[in-house]
């Protein structure tokens, strides 16, 4: 994490709900564990009047304000239990009143971490971001952490750190992210290196032990600098030859966190979320940071 300090800190967005709450509890021990302020951001959106058709309230109604005095009361109070009490970490407060997901994104240039939670389990049965997350791990300034909640969290709090390494810019970022989680945790490093990003089937002709070399000379070389800096982070090196999401997600069930790059070595210019970060922040049941390059 930079050590640049920003106006936010790590910044949660808070609404009350039970995904809310377990990513106020997720970002307050994170903000601890950086020595940086914990901010929470509460947006209320504006009501839209009959007439004239589209004209907004130009100033919160004070029932809405209520409300929202009353999250914002309940998050700082969340965040008091989940950090023990503790004085030392310094606990914001603000509210919008505004569009969420375009305040979210603007306040995210003021950010180190934007921390948000998921909606759980869709109706086809598989894992969903919500409209706002969505957004966030898409067009944020900074990194994104998407908390599970309930049902759908698996904690595992000695768990490793997981990272997904592939030489792309995106990648290099979520690795140095990756070592900075594993350091001030304490806890070992697994990075996951697939050579290819497609299912891959025997190919007659194909020298399987090349591949497997290559593979791991790209990963022992993004590695290198990164033990240097973080010489007491462990590091279980993971080569597998394809179809990196599925990997990446069957180390998360033993992991405390994921970090994955916003975008890998198969994206475009202009591509805002790669196919492998996308899937694994679906669908992962332990915490998920996405990093740009």
């Given at each position: ?249 069957e180390a998360s069930e033993r992991a405390q966190l994921v970090v994955v790059g916003s975008r890998g070595r198969g994206g475009f ?25």
């Amino acid at each position: 994490m930079s050590a640049e300090p920003t106006k936010y800190g790590i910044l949660v967005a808070v609404d009350g709900s039970e995904e809310s709450d377990a990513a106020i509890a997720w970002a307050a021990h994170e903000a601890a564990l950086h020595r940086v302020p914990l901010t929470l951001l509460h947006v209320v959106a504006p009501i839209v009047v009959g007439w004239p058709v589209g004209q907004l309230y130009k100033d919160m109604p004070d029932w809405q304000k209520d409300i929202a005095d009353s999250v914002l009361l309940h998050a700082r109070k969340t965040a008091s239990e989940s950090s023990g009490g503790s004085d030392e970490l310094e606990v914001r407060t603000e509210l919008a009143y505004a569009n969420a997901v375009s305040t979210l994104i603007e306040a995210s240039k003021q950010a180190q971490l934007v921390v948000v939670g998921s909606q759980g389990i869709g109706a086809l049965g598989r894992l969903l971001l919500g409209s706002v997350s969505s957004a966030l791990v898409q067009h944020a300034h900074c990194p994104v952490a998407v908390i599970r909640s309930g049902e759908d969290a698996v904690p595992v709090p000695q768990g490793p750190v997981v990272v997904g390494i592939d030489g792309s810019p995106a990648s290099e970022a979520a690795t140095a992210w990756a070592f900075d989680e594993a350091s001030r945790r304490g806890v070992d490093l697994i990075a996951v290196h697939a050579w290819s990003d497609v299912g891959v089937f025997p190919a007659l002709g194909m020298d399987w032990q090349d591949r497997e070399n290559q593979g791991q000379e790209v990963l022992a070389e993004r590695l290198a600098g990164w033990q240097e800096q973080y010489p007491d982070v462990h590091v279980q090196r993971s080569l597998v030859c394809d179809t990196p999401a599925k990997w990446l997600l069957e180390a998360s069930e033993r992991a405390q966190l994921v970090v994955v790059g916003s975008r890998g070595r198969g994206g475009f210019p202009g591509m805002l979320l790669g196919s492998v970060s996308s899937a694994v922040v679906h669908s992962a049941k332990t915490p998920v940071i996405v990093v740009r390059s």
